[in-house]
């Protein structure tokens, strides 16, 4: 009885482990959802698209990467979650005005590699070092040195 219960938990947890990999596949660039396709057309260079990961576990979010490192995550809607730079700085239009113009002024030295929102706010991650929280208004919250 313990053999048996022991082989059907196996069989349990591999086939858990195949599902969850089903969820994650490689997609077109056309198969973005307009939203990421109009971002990624204005702010990056779409030839430099390397892949584009759809993952469906919980809720549809796409991953695409860029040739030179950079990376962006984007929800179903094709709005962006988390924009990350490998070379230069994140593109500022996408960050409210208020969160750049703070961290403008109180870092002026380095420049924002990683932005990354929910529903709480915004996490900036800066070239040197420092990680900055931003509730959804805009107000600085925390700083991580």
């Known amino acids: 009885m313990r053999n048996v219960l022991m082989t059907v938990a196996v069989a349990l947890l591999t086939l858990a482990a195949m599902v ?3 969820h994650e596949r490689q997609i077109p660039y056309a198969e973005l959802p307009q939203k990421a396709r109009n ?3 204005k702010y990056f260079a779409r030839d430099k698209v ?4 759809e993952d469906n576990d919980w809720r549809k979010e796409y991953e695409v990467r860029f040739s030179d490192g950079a990376k962006i995550d984007f929800d179903g809607n094709g709005d962006w979650i988390k924009v990350r730079s ?3 700085a994140v593109p500022a239009e996408l960050v409210p005005d208020t969160i750049v113009n703070q961290t403008r002024a109180n870092y002026p030295n380095a420049i924002m590699v990683e932005v990354e929102r929910d529903d709480r706010g915004y996490e900036i ?3 040197d070092d420092r990680e900055l929280r931003f509730d959804s ?3 600085m ?3 991580d040195d």
């Open 20 to 22: 969850a990999v089903a």
């Open 39 to 41: 971002i990624i057309e």
């Open 50 to 53: 390397i892949s584009i990961e």
């Open 86 to 88: 490998s070379q230069g």
């Open 125 to 127: 991650d800066l070239s």
């Open 137 to 139: 208004s805009g107000q």
């Open 141 to 143: 919250v925390k700083v």
